[in-house]
Every structure is written in C-alpha cells, then in structure tokens.
C-alpha cells in the first residue's frame, strides 16, 4: 500500500491506495474553509497552522496501517510553500523512519490522475483542468508526456468565482455559492463581455470579466445595496460568460485535436453548468467525456496516491534529505508539465 499526503493549499488530506488493485483502503479530507471564509480566501500561515495540527490527527487513525507500508507520496509544487512543507516534512519522517521510497507528485498531474482513482487509465487525453489556481487545456500522450496547449493569462475560473463572490459578500470559497444563486438568476440580465471572443489566441482569461462585473456592482450602489435578486442575476450572467468562454476557446482547440477522450479536472469542473455545456460539445465533436467524481474534484490526497502508483512501478523515488518544494515557473503554450 501507498500513503499519500496533500497540503498544497487549505485542504489537508491523507490516503492510502493498494498497489496491485488500486482500491481505497483509507481516504480523509479535512476542510479548512470555515477557518477562511472570514478573510474572504485562503491566509497561508494560518493554512500551514491549521495543517500542522490537522495532519497528525488524520495519520493518528491510520496508525495500524504504517508497518505494511510501500512508500509515501506527496505534492511538492505548485501550491503554497508553508503548506506544502508541512505535509513534506510528514513524507519525508514516515519514509526515514519507516524506511520506505519516496515519491513526489505535481498537483496538477494529481488532478489529472483523479481521473482514474480505483481504476485503470485511459490514454491519449485531452484535459481541462480548471481550478483555484489554474485554467488549462493539456494534451495528455502518457504519464511522461503532458503538454500545455492553453493557460490563462491572468486569473484562473475558480479565483475569478472567488474574487466575484467577495465582491458581493457572499462568503468563501465562492465557486458553490454562485452556482446556487445563478439556480434562480436571469442570466440574461447583465450583457458581460465574453473574454477574447474575437481573439484568435488560444488563451483563456478572466480579469477583464472580473472588472466588468465589479463596475455592474458599483452601478447598482455597491455590496450594500445588491437585493437577492440582484446577486443571482449577476451570479448568473457571470457564470453564462465563463461557460461561453471555456467553449469558445475549447472549440477551436478540438478542431484541430483528433483525440477523442476529453476530461474536465480540477475543483470548478464540479459546476454543473459547466459540465453540461461540455457534454453537449463533446457530442458535437464525437469526443467521450470524462468528469471526475465530485468528491474528488477538489485537492485531495486520493489523486496523489493514484499518480503515485504510477511512479511506483517505474521506481520513481526520491532522496527524502532532496526533496523540497518544487520550483514552479509560469508554463506557456507548448510547454510541458
């Protein structure tokens, strides 16, 4: 069996994977949201505190598991660096003392890796992984082969639910409170633009969306004078660019695309609207879609152990006295992960 650890953000979470059938044997997740949601999104100090004492109580209940171990996982970039120490400093104690491999994961080929928790991997993907940090379409060739054919030029789908969320004090993490109110929104009240719609670039981006619906707010007189009515309309008309952006761009890139497996990762392909709408491109284009369950489309540590056992069987370890936190540099269309 394979333990693996999650901390690159305010999720802190443990599993444990069988090797031979890739089924769950243990899985715990421990939100830190409520602990945010006062400062409107994620503070990392006090993540990295809240982690410090949220791990050791998760491994606690595993304990009978640590001698039948095979190796330990876990995320070393991108994410936030006192975060992500906490849950490297574990890795790297449970592998010395223990005396088992090591495996470092990307987060962001977890997501992808979420995909196929309890089961066997389907490849060549075409992915879109959209999520609190990233918005990007990858061409998945193999577990080696990962390349970038588009990123966000600025903020990423789920920051952009967040940040819009605040504006209108809803609370935090912002991406479920907008899906709820837009139920009951008129997304045809508010005419926001749709970002790069005459652009031939294959990019995605958000700012522009973001600034146009914080000057609908001040229109209407600002947070304090939204009516419920109001904040699901924006909700909704906000959400209905996004959904025509993701398409947009999505529909030039599968032009010229021939796989026919596509898959949506990541914790903002939970929102419903947003699935639907690719359900209905995919069989436009004759392409299989993919979602990930909703339990796992956010961070979790399931994700990172089913990459792991990947690593595993190519004995790809790492020195626990090497390892630390990944350097991260921004990717560019064409790049590799």
């Not at 912002?174 to 929104?185: D, K, V, Y």
């Amino acid at each position: 069996m394979i333990l693996s650890i999650e901390s690159s953000c305010d999720d802190s979470s443990i599993a444990i994977t069988d090797r031979l059938t890739k089924k769950l044997i243990f899985h715990k997740k421990i939100s830190q949201e409520a602990d945010h949601a006062y400062y409107g999104g994620v503070v990392p100090e006090l993540a990295s505190r809240l982690h410090a004492i949220a791990l050791p109580d998760i491994l606690e209940e595993l304990r009978e598991y640590l001698p039948t171990l095979k190796a330990v996982a876990v995320t070393n970039q991108p994410g936030l660096g006192v975060t992500l120490l906490e849950g490297i400093a574990m890795a790297k104690t449970l592998a010395m003392l223990l005396k088992i491999p090591l495996i470092e994961v990307n987060h962001l080929k977890g997501h992808i890796y979420s995909l196929f928790i309890e089961k066997s991997s389907i490849m060549p993907l075409l992915v879109l992984l959209i999520s609190g940090g990233h918005t990007q379409m990858i061409n998945v060739s193999s577990l080696d082969t990962m390349q970038l054919l588009a990123t966000s030029m600025d903020d990423s789908v789920g920051e952009s639910f967040d940040k819009v969320a605040k504006m209108m004090g809803l609370g935090y993490p912002g991406g479920s409170i907008i899906e709820a109110l837009a139920h009951g929104g008129d997304e045809g009240r508010f005419d926001f633009p749709v970002p790069l719609r005459h652009s031939p670039l294959l990019a995605f981006s958000l700012s522009g969306l973001k600034n146009a619906v914080r000057l609908e707010i001040e229109r209407l007189g600002g947070e304090a004078n939204l009516t419920p009515q109001d904040k699901s309309d924006i909700s909704a008309s906000f959400q209905k660019a996004i959904r025509l952006h993701l398409i947009q761009k999505s529909k030039k890139i599968f032009q010229s695309q021939p796989t026919r497996d596509f898959a949506l990762v990541g914790g903002a392909s939970a929102n419903l609207s947003i699935r639907q709408a690719y359900e209905k491109l995919c069989r436009e284009f004759g392409k299989t879609l993919h979602v990930v369950p909703l339990e796992y489309c956010s961070d979790n540590a399931a994700m990172i152990g089913r990459y792991a056992l990947e690593c595993y069987e190519r004995k790809r370890f790492i020195d626990p006295d090497k390892i630390d936190i990944g350097v991260t540099k921004k990717l560019q269309n064409g790049d590799f992960l």
